[in-house]
């Protein structure tokens, strides 16, 4: 974790993060949730992740949410991330927030 430009705080992505290891990013994203600043998660190049990193990322948006905090993805899900998501029925049914979440659409980020 790092503060970015701008004033918010980064959390980078391990190059895996899966079911094994998703505990460490629970804590990271727990911690940079509980300050004001905006949180951005940036995913490593090509992240191998799994629906554990959905999961948790998705409960990670409803709780910034609901506390007026902003939760941000560095870049749009691509590669891997992305495969999981379709698998998933993410993509096929994204509305226009979890569009703009995960794929920038519709958005400059």
């Given at each position: ?9 980064v959390v ?47 409960s990670?948006r ?14 749009p ?6 495969g ?12 226009h ?13």
């Open positions: 974790m790092s503060n970015g430009d701008l004033g918010s705080i980078k992505l391990e190059a895996a993060t899966n079911i094994r290891n998703i505990s460490s990013l629970y804590s990271e994203l727990l911690t940079a949730l509980a300050g004001s600043k905006p949180v951005t998660l940036d995913l490593a190049e090509e992240p191998e992740v799994d629906l554990s990193f959905v999961q948790l990322v998705e990670a409803l709780y910034a949410s609901a506390h007026g905090k902003a939760l941000t993805l560095a870049q899900a691509s590669g891997p991330l992305l999981v998501l379709e698998r998933a029925g993410f993509i096929e049914t994204a509305s927030e979890d569009a703009l979440f995960w794929l920038h659409k519709g958005s400059v980020q």
